[in-house]
């Protein structure tokens, strides 16, 4: 894998003979690796939130109805569509507090229709408008600001569970208060589990809180493994679309424009996360997450480009049959499973067309083009190294990603700037961070790629 990159860091030398495992096919693994794929985290990670299954305690009290939840992002794209959810099903769900960034106007009508009893926007300089806008409804709540108020909305006493749709690190405190109160998560924020998972997983062990995956991929491989018995699950398989460029010959990467790497084939999504699925990050730090969520080892977590994007992800039992989901490409059931779980609600058909498989056509799958997506074989890298290194290469590809949008690096830099900043946080790697930590090499491996990566020449160098 040495050959990939040009750089001598995470990926050279004997880490690459390590990483090249995943890429054989089941068939030419070995009976002792088959054999130790029983859902283990490894002996110094922390314990996984699903080790292979998902078991309903006979225990369980079933909660009242509505189930009442806090969201944090309520103004953004996971936010809005919650509340789509919570439209259809008003006798199922209520929405109990509100966090949101700076979008005032969009929060005052989400207060109109809802009316929580507690609401936080993050910009304070806001908080006036806000008011002024919702001057005439009746139910008036409480306004908070900053980390301070989506804390409090995250850990809001009538709360049932929190959906957690903020961005970044930025929602990793209020989801540890939430954890602390005894709300399970609905988890649609990726950082939760790729920086910190190290501390989260053994928070929500502690307070005996459900961790709940919310977006397409991981929710796809919790819906097969209910039911499963202890130790059948063998190997996780998580379906791609290929991005942007699945049909570009690798050598024609050097010439992409900002403008080629938005242009999705299937998903309208944000500009950062659209180009994650061109340069396949995305699936790489879903590898991640995948291992922190189900305790599958690395060596047992393979991607499949899958270009109609109709099976959202599959797992393999021990005696090889294979589970997937499908469903056309949409969040909105995803979200909504992590709300209603463990009983499944009745949706219209303009709400969640169901799926038609005559219209659905030809599912064709392919294996992913290694020259061409380097950041899935850094991905592994990182996450065999555990600790900090997740939430370093996290970090580093965000900030990475935002230079390439603002034309200040070239496309072909990003996995390469990634690559260098990792390399660089080897040498202060924590494997039991504590939060604060998680948080620190986040700030430094943002302030790393700034500060280190100015320009192309910069990159090149």
Avoid at 5 to 30: D, K
Avoid at 91 to 119: H, R, T
Avoid at 413 to 433: A, F, G, N, S, Y
């Amino acid at each position: 894998m040495a050959h990939l990159l040009s750089t001598q860091g995470l990926l050279t030398g004997s880490s690459a003979a390590v990483c090249a495992i995943h890429l054989l096919p089941s068939s030419r693994r070995s009976r002792r690796a088959v054999a130790s794929t029983r859902c283990q985290s490894g002996s110094n990670g922390p314990p996984p939130a699903w080790p292979g299954r998902a078991v309903i305690k006979e225990s369980s009290e079933k909660v009242k109805l509505p189930k009442k939840f806090s969201l944090l992002g309520s103004t953004g794209s996971i936010g809005t569509q919650t509340m789509d959810i919570v439209r259809e099903h008003p006798d199922q769900f209520e929405l109990v507090a509100l966090g949101a960034g700076s979008n005032v106007e969009l929060l005052a009508e989400q207060i109109k229709q809802f009316q929580p009893s507690l609401v936080s926007i993050n910009d304070a300089s806001k908080v006036q408008q806000l008011k002024e806008l919702i001057q005439n409804v009746p139910k008036q709540p409480e306004i908070m600001t900053g980390q301070e108020g989506a804390v409090a909305v995250a850990k809001h006493p009538d709360a049932d569970a929190v959906i957690t749709g903020i961005v970044g690190c930025a929602g990793l405190q209020p989801t540890c208060a939430a954890i602390e109160a005894g709300k399970d998560i609905c988890l649609a924020n990726k950082e939760t589990l790729i920086a910190g998972g190290p501390y989260v997983l053994p928070l929500a062990q502690k307070h005996s809180v459900h961790i709940l995956p919310a977006d397409s991929e991981h929710s796809a491989i919790f819906q097969c493994i209910q039911g499963l018995p202890e130790g059948g699950l063998r190997r996780i398989i998580l379906t791609a679309s290929g991005g942007a460029f699945r049909d570009w010959p690798v050598e024609k990467l050097k010439t992409v424009k900002v403008a080629d790497a938005l242009k999705h084939p299937n998903w309208s999504m944000g500009r950062k996360i659209t180009v994650d699925s061109a340069t396949l990050m995305n699936k790489g730090l879903e590898v991640i997450e995948a291992h922190y969520l189900f305790g599958v080892n690395y060596d047992n977590i393979d991607i499949v480009i899958h270009p109609q994007s109709i099976i959202h992800s599959m797992v393999e039992t021990q005696d090889s049959s294979v589970l997937a989901q499908l469903g056309w490409p949409s969040m909105r059931i995803p979200i909504l499973v992590t709300m209603s779980w463990p009983e499944r609600l009745p949706c219209s058909d303009e709400f969640c067309p169901r799926l038609d498989f005559v219209k659905m056509g030809d599912l064709t799958f392919k294996a992913p083009d290694n020259a061409k997506y380097p950041a899935m074989q850094l991905a592994y890298t990182a996450g065999r190294a555990g600790g900090t290194m997740t939430g370093v290469l996290s970090a580093a590809n965000e900030q990475a990603v935002e230079m390439f949008l603002d034309e200040k690096i070239g496309y072909m830099d990003i996995v390469k700037t990634v690559e260098k900043c990792c390399d660089k946080h080897q040498q202060e790697l924590l494997q039991r961070p504590s939060l604060d930590e998680i948080v620190h090499y986040d700030q430094w491996a943002r302030d790393w790629v700034s500060s280190n990566v100015g320009s192309r020449q910069a990159v090149a160098a």
